[in-house]
């Protein structure tokens, strides 16, 4: 039972660890995929004067 509860907490962080390399690599490798969408919007705004 030990040997599992290990394995689990080896993956856990292993799995923490692939998240943040992912997070910082993710940008340079997959620039497309971290931008945010770009479009102009512009709305009237009514001031109520």
């Given at each position: 039972m030990w040997?599992?509860?290990k394995f689990l907490?080896?993956?856990i962080i292993l799995a923490g660890i692939g998240?943040?390399?992912f997070a910082?690599?993710?940008p340079i490798f997959m620039?497309?995929?971290f931008e945010?969408?770009?479009q102009e919007v512009?709305?009237?705004v009514d001031l109520g004067q």
């Open positions: 040997r599992l509860i907490i080896y993956l998240l943040v390399a910082y690599l993710g620039p497309g995929d945010p969408p770009a512009t709305m009237p």
